[in-house]
């Protein structure tokens, strides 16, 4: 769209994260929709950055569902979604230290129900990641069915999807201006101007932002800095086969990459919308973590970067359309889980921009709208 073009369609949705890429991919088959990306590429800020990993038992409960109902489309996507399989083995182990018994008992008896666990000794678990340090875990649950996701092959499905369909895509389009005119939205972009029939409000961290902007209420978002690390595993070790190995309290995770360990103090550092950065505290902070934990010594560090990982009060999504505002839905607040269950809230979505019911099979979940809905945050306030 040339600078200064205006074009109008039923839906615009603001961001193009894996969030607004694949609910963009859900409405383009029954809309016109336009995608409107503040970046040069999609997936720039937090999509771009996550180590993700499917796991029915990571998350807050409404998160679980949606990661369960998300699990037939990982499995088996559309044809022609992807080149080859989005999940990859893993499994993961979330341990615990002596002080940490009663966190892993609770932790225990709320995944149980629906997720496929079993309890372990530190010693067995031990085994499983054999750079634990001897006596460092006392308990662990493993989740073997966790599985690595590639990110990168799930966001450009949900891209090359989205265009087959007719979908337009719109980059370096930062927004100036959103508000109603003449009974649609005007989204002003520096690549242009949109009018549309909705808007969506998928801009991640900015999503508070974007919401001011439109005169919707803000949800109280709070993004917050997580931290990652590249380092060499020890001389000698073959971590491919390595389950991700998650504390219990999330006070650090270890993850194999590529021959190489993926580390994180596992920080939430309240921040403003930005480029998050590493600091050099937090990167301190999950060396000795690290250190503390495994039977490692880290001598160089081979890469560092930082994501946002956005949060409501409740740390649940924040999905539906601003009572206040008509025409403005939400699809923020996913938190560090956006990917692992997106296929799944793409769909729920989808048929709450439509002002349908929830797929049954999410349904079936026990997810309902009312649990996503924005309303809930000024009503629980």
Known sequence: MPAGARESCDIAVIGAGIAGASLASELAATHRVVLVEREPQPGYHTTGRSAALFSTTYGPPVIRAMSRASAGFFEAPPQAFAEHALLGPRGMLMIARADQAEALEAAHAALAEHGTVERLTGE????????????YAAGAIAEAGARDIDVHALHQGYL??????????????????????????????????????????????????????AGAAPVGLVPKRRTALIVAAPEGARPAGWPMVVDVAEEFYMKPDAGRLLVSPADETPSPPCDAQPEELDVAICVDRIERAFDIAVRRIENKWAGLRSFVADKGPVVGYAPERPGFFWLAGQGGYGIQSAPAMARAAAALVRGEALPADIADQGVTPAALAPARLAQAA
């Open 160 to 213: 090359r999807r989205f265009r087959r369909a007719g979908g337009r895509l719109v980059t370096d389009a930062e927004l100036v201006a959103l508000a109603p005119e003449g009974g649609r939205w005007r989204v002003d972009t520096r690549a242009g101007t949109v009018l549309a029939d909705a808007v969506v409000n998928a801009a991640g961290a900015w999503a508070d932002a974007v919401a001011q902007m």
């Open 124 to 135: 067995a678990a031990r085994q499983r990641a054999p750079l634990l340090r001897a006596g």
